[in-house]
C-alpha cells in the first residue's frame, strides 16, 4: 500500500521536492547571472586625468565581486534544499510580521532613489536613522551616532582607502 509521501508516478523527483526556498536560490542565481553580464553597461566609466584613471581599481571590480558571490551562495542554497528540504517558512507569517517586510523593503527601495540626488552619505544618514528606529532603536544617541558614524565610515573606506568613488550629493 503506497504511504503519503510516495511520489506520484507523473511527477518527476526532482519537482517534487522544490520547495519555496528552492524557487529563491533558482531566482538569485538567474538574477546574478544577469547582474554579471549587465555591470558593465550600468557602471560609469572613471574619469580620465591625462590618459589615467583617477581610481586604482576598475568601478565594476566590487560590483562583480558581490554578484558572484550572490550566485555561488545561491547555488549552494539551492543544493541545501534539495538535500535537506523544509516547509514553507512564510505559511505561518502573520499579518503584521509580512507588513513589516514589506515597509523594511519599501525603505531600501526609497535609499536606492535617494542615493543620487542626495548622495550616498546623506541619503545613508537618512537611512541609517530610519532603519535603526524602525528596528527598535529608542535611544535618541545611539541613533545619531549610528546614523552619522556608519555612512561616513563606509564612505572613508570606499573613497579614500579602496579609491572607488561614491555619489557625492547634495553635500559637495
Known sequence: MPEKNDIPSG???????????SYVALLFIVLSLIFFFLIPYQIEKPKLV??????????TLFPR????????????????TLLKPEENPFKD??????GKYVIFLL??????WMFDPLGFILSGIIITAVLTVFLGNRNI???????????ITVYFVFNKLLKISLPEGLLY
Open 141 to 151: 544617541y545611539m541613533v545619531a551616532l549610528l546614523s552619522i558614524s556608519v555612512p
Open 50 to 59: 591625462m590618459g589615467r584613471a583617477l581610481m586604482d581599481m576598475t568601478p
Open 11 to 21: 511527477k518527476s523527483s526532482l519537482f517534487a521536492r522544490l520547495s519555496v526556498n
Open 107 to 112: 525603505i531600501l527601495t526609497a535609499f536606492a
Open 93 to 98: 507569517l502573520d499579518r503584521v510580521a509580512l
Open 65 to 80: 565581486i558581490a554578484t558572484v558571490g550572490l550566485g555561488a551562495m545561491s547555488v549552494l542554497f539551492f543544493i541545501q
